[in-house]
């Protein structure tokens, strides 16, 4: 419902419906869009895209406020296709978050963009292999 295929399938509606000119002539061009696409569309001042992202980020941000208010994190990273579409998107995810979940827990708590990109699964599953592989190690 708001990960990055949902928001490129909702642009690409839009786009298609004429209400929103710059994802239009995007689409045209390409042939598809992107979440990267619907992000910079926003950033030009599509109001369409930009309402794509923020409805997109309520429903992230009402997630995890109850995630917040029940585990407390210390950090919430958003990686993953929706990390491309920017700080459009996170400003509605941190507001969703900081709104609804308990102060508390969301007194000292970042919410950031991962920085890993499109390496973000190679890179956990090599932590995951190396901490068994250390576990091994040591119990033999």
Do not use: F
């Amino acid at each position: 419902m708001a990960g990055a295929p949902a928001i490129v399938s909702k642009a690409e509606c839009s786009a298609r419906e004429g209400l929103s000119p710059i994802l239009s002539e995007v689409l045209g061009e390409k042939g598809e869009l992107s979440g990267r696409d619907v992000g910079e569309a926003a950033s030009l001042g599509d109001y369409r895209a930009l309402e794509i992202i923020r409805e997109s980020g309520r429903l992230v941000g009402g997630v995890l406020a109850t995630l917040v208010s029940t585990l407390n994190p210390s950090l919430i990273v958003i990686g993953g296709g929706v990390a491309n579409i920017g700080h459009s998107l996170l400003a509605e995810i941190r507001s969703t978050v900081y709104r609804r979940s308990l102060p508390l827990a969301t007194r000292n708590l970042p919410i950031v963009l991962s920085e890993l990109d499109q390496v973000a699964g190679v890179t956990g599953a090599s932590v995951l292999a190396a901490e068994g592989l250390l576990q091994t190690t040591r119990a033999g």
